[in-house]
């Protein structure tokens, strides 16, 4: 083998192997922005269990003001409304928590994979 052939050998080995990381890099930046994305979600869900919680707590501060069974029509409806806003977000929030899960575990699994890496994922 020439000196010319093993240089240009070297070069592509070179070139795979940059390849690789920068792919390598790119698999880890998607896999953060998603477990970023589900932790906004999280936090969306956190806020929308706070509503009903403060809608309570307002109508329960305000009990004196009013008698239930004459305001009864409207409390009926606010239940359920106050209901489906917790369902949404222990969803949420659930879902969330899994996908979090899943995101470290592929982190986890890049980072045996790639020791060189290990030091830059979290």
């Known amino acids: 083998m020439t000196e010319q052939q093993a240089n240009n050998f070297n070069s592509a080995e070179i070139k795979e192997a940059e390849k690789t990381d920068s792919t390598i890099l790119n698999k880890i930046q998607v896999i953060l922005s998603e477990k970023r994305t589900a932790l906004s ?3 969306t869900g956190i806020a929308i269990l706070v509503l009903p919680l403060s809608v309570m707590s307002l109508l329960i501060a305000t009990s004196k003001s ?4 004459t305001v009864l029509h409207l409390l009926i409806p606010l239940g359920i409304l106050n ?3 917790v369902v949404l977000s222990v969803y949420l929030i ?4 899994i996908r979090i899960r899943f995101y470290d ?3 986890y699994k ?3 994979k790639n020791s ?7």
């Open 94 to 97: 659930i879902h969330s928590i």
């Open 110 to 112: 890049l980072k045996q």
């Open 66 to 69: 009013y008698e239930a069974l």
């Open 116 to 122: 060189a890496f290990s030091e830059f994922i979290p």
């Open 41 to 43: 979600v999280m936090r």
């Open 105 to 107: 575990r592929l982190l």
């Open 83 to 85: 209901l489906a806003l």
